[in-house]
């Protein structure tokens, strides 16, 4: 317990589900990115996932939504410590993109349109946790919030869920991101409070 | 790996009224390891019976030395229905200790040995973070030059007035100046109105310039600028943003 501050009453406390540490719920659904926001024609626009062999897998906007379907609804955990529950998002999980897939990579770095880049160990992309989400609240993703496809991995904070993401590399080695080299933690796990390095 | 960002004990040391709904609180922080301007920390408050809620602020100076060490700023606004900044505003002793963490955030940062022209555009409170630049800019003795465009809702709602009227004045190559979104001053030129392409360009530098434009307020506000900017033909890799989401 930390020091107590004289008079701090805090919210009521809240019978809900337990949030992770050090968050707190909106209503709202705010925006973290570093730069302006890229607008990506969905003429052009295509998903690539890389392998360590260079081998190169890619699907254009009508293959992506080709194929398989899933609508997760999820609770969602920022690490500037808004949480936001129950979303309601539709896009392909990537145990679909991965399938087939031949690869003895252990880590991935998604990348942007626009310059991001994020890293999570391949195994968290996998086993139904993790989608490319086009669709939010039952309408087309805005570009602010990542649109037209975002990385959607909602167990960990959520700058690991990559905005207008362009493609995933799989490597061997393990590739820090745009804010894990920023300060922040390399993995995420917002149950763990893994918000910055060394936490 | 670097060490662990832990929780350090921050005593109130002053507190300085800066609107009706804004206070820039300076807290004394003996082992205080420094920050560049443009960062932010955590501010940690726990009730008697152990429940904690956390909130980030950005650093509203320089820091500075005190009896005690050394002094940081944060200017919190207050969030309508918000649980930690009405705390910190309307109940927060002075003399008392809170928790921090940080400094936090190593993007949104400027470096006072950059020498490239700098755009600032705040809008609302969002203009804390870069006052921090301005201010740290004077402290180093940079001459990189500034321009800083501050968009608000009305004059009695403008974070550090005075010193800005101050700063325009004397600090050598820093150019201030103001969109109201709601209420003009007496004597202003034109009617109030969101930001929009020609504030920016009559007030921003010329996109071969190759300036660092730093833009952080409201999301909305925050997509407008960063857009116009890079509709100038701005660089999206030198427009670094910032946008404040509900931190009550």
Known sequence: ?199 | MTAPLRWRVARLVQRRVETPTAQTLVLEVPDWPGHLPGQHVDVRLTAEDGYQAARSYSLAAPVADGPGGARIELTVQRVPDGEVSPYLIDVYPEGEPVEVRGPVGGWFVWRPEEIAPVLLVGGGSGVVPLMAMVRARRAAGSRAPFRLLYSVRTPADVLYADELRRRARDDFGLDVAYVYTREAPEGWRGEPHRIGLADVNSHGWPPDLEPLCYVCGPTGFVETVADLLVGLGHQTRRVKTERFGPTG
């Not at chain 1, 039952?138 to 207008?164: D, I, M």
């Open chain 1, 1 to 199: 317990m930390g020091i107590v501050s004289p008079g701090f009453q805090g919210r009521p406390r809240s019978a809900e589900p337990a949030l992770p540490p050090g968050q707190y719920l909106t209503e709202d659904f705010p925006v973290l990115s570093a730069g302006p926001t890229p607008k990506v024609p969905l003429e052009t626009w295509e998903f690539v996932i890389s392998t360590e062999t260079d081998a190169e897998f890619r699907w254009s906007w009508d293959e992506l939504m080709a194929l398989p379907q899933e609508t997760p609804t999820m609770d969602i955990h920022c690490v500037t410590r808004w949480s936001k529950r129950d979303t309601d998002w539709q896009g392909v999980s990537l145990d679909v993109l991965l399938d087939g897939i031949d690869t003895a990579a252990h880590y991935a770095q998604a990348h942007s349109y626009g310059g991001y880049t994020t890293n999570l160990p391949l195994a968290d992309l996998r086993g139904g946790r993790a989608w490319v989400a086009h669709t939010y609240d039952g309408g087309p993703l805005p570009a602010e919030h990542g649109g037209p496809a975002r990385l959607l991995v909602p167990h960990l904070y959520f700058w690991k869920s990559a905005k207008w993401v362009r493609g995933i590399r799989l490597t061997t080695t393990d590739q820090p991101g745009f804010w894990e080299t920023a300060g922040y933690h390399d993995y995420g796990d917002p149950w763990r409070e893994q918000r910055y390095q060394g936490d």
